[in-house]
């Protein structure tokens, strides 16, 4: 059974840095692409990240890029999203997601297993 679980989140000030994880369980990272989203009260979910499952090569949103930076430890089956100079701006809860049948998506539908979300607020 796929299961996804994000922890990490937190109450962080503008500037500062959270690094969130990602522990999967019943597959093996390898096979499959993993996504990071985030979704703001009112708002649509967004992609922020993605690994690609192939060559573990990454992509990010532009509003993220430079900031954010997403990894992968197949040993621990986990994957991570480091976070820096947070802006108020990336409050939302953030969810991981994981599908096979892909290589490199930014997209919410096209992901088929979540994880239950953790929350990051960026608040002076």
């Known amino acids: 059974q796929v299961q996804l679980v994000e922890s990490g989140g937190g109450l962080v000030q503008p500037g500062g840095s959270l690094r969130l994880s990602c522990a999967a369980s019943?597959?093996?990272?390898?096979?499959?692409?993993i996504g990071w989203f985030r979704q703001a009260p009112g708002k649509e979910r967004e992609g922020v990240s993605c690994?690609?499952?192939?060559?573990?090569?990454?992509y990010y949103a532009d509003s993220v890029k430079g900031r954010f930076t997403m990894s992968r430890d197949n040993a621990k089956n986990t994957v991570y999203l480091q976070m820096n100079s947070l802006k108020p701006e990336d409050t939302a809860v953030y969810y991981c997601?994981?599908?096979?049948?892909?290589?490199?998506?930014?997209?919410?539908?096209?992901?088929?297993?979540w994880g239950q979300g953790t929350q990051v607020k960026v608040s002076s």
């Open positions: 997601a994981a599908d096979p049948r892909i290589s490199l998506a930014l997209e919410p539908d096209k992901y088929d297993y």
């Open positions: 019943g597959f093996t990272l390898d096979d499959y692409a």
């Open positions: 690994i690609s499952s192939s060559d573990g090569s990454t």
